[in-house]
């Protein structure tokens, strides 16, 4: 069985700071999505990074695939109170079913 | 372009009823799947519906059926409803049959609370 771990599990940061949430998996994956969820919302597609290495920008955003596709990083620089919520990473079994990992609950203090 | 609309949004039941959930995907698109999230669990997937047959199934009980109609949308069913069952739970459309890079775009769900 194929399992997404994330860590941390919770993070308060205060608005200005950096930071870096992982995903790691038990296996390697063809592609990893993250997402993130909003309180009261359903998760919205961030990115989806396919390629070992892959390093992609969404604005203060950053998110790194390993090169042994088994992990994967999302970067925030200067963390504003709209970066709230949980991010969650996806990725998609032999069995095309996606699976998400428990996701890293974020909270930025103004 | 409308989003996925998921109804009700809030529902409350007790032990033992049975309850059914609705969603209407995004226009055009063809998969709908279902998943269930609670605080201990996360997001955990249910089912799979493309062209009104199930594609893909979790690893829940027989209490969770779900269809889905020739417009695309689709509804599950919980029956004999468990205090365990109470989370939020929530839709998703594709265009196509999940590929690799197929982006799921999700409803707001419905949070069911069972007393």
């Known amino acids: 069985t194929q399992l997404l771990e994330q860590s941390p599990q919770f993070l308060s940061i205060q608005e200005g700071e950096n930071l870096t949430v992982y995903c790691n998996s038990s296996s390697v994956f063809s592609s990893l999505q993250w997402y993130r969820q909003e309180p009261g919302e359903g998760p919205v597609l961030l990115v989806t990074v396919v390629t070992g290495g892959e390093v992609k920008k969404l604005k203060r955003l950053t998110f790194q695939f390993g090169d042994a596709r088994k992990d994967s990083s999302l970067h925030i620089t200067a963390a504003q109170p709209g970066d709230t919520g949980l991010y969650l990473c996806a990725l998609k079994t032999s069995y095309d079913k996606v699976i998400f990992g428990p996701g890293t609950s974020l909270s930025v203090i103004p | ?115």
């Not at chain 2, 033992?16 to 969603?23: A, F, I």
């Not at chain 2, 779900?66 to 689709?74: A, L, T």
Request: hydrophobic share 30%.
């Open chain 2, 1 to 115: 372009k409308a989003g996925v609309t998921q109804t009700p949004r809030y529902l409350i039941k007790t032990r033992g009823q049975q309850v059914t959930l609705s969603c209407s995907p995004i226009s055009g698109h063809r998969s709908v799947s279902w998943y269930q999230q609670t605080p201990g669990q996360g997001l955990q997937f249910l089912f799979e519906y493309f062209s009104e047959t199930q594609r893909n199934k979790g690893n829940f009980p027989g209490r969770f059926s779900g269809r889905q109609f020739s417009n695309s949308r689709s509804e599950m069913n919980v029956s004999t409803l468990e205090l365990g069952d109470s989370a939020l739970y929530l839709c998703a459309s594709s265009l196509v049959l999940r590929q690799t890079n197929s982006p799921l775009h999700f409803g707001n769900g419905t949070r069911l609370t069972v007393t």
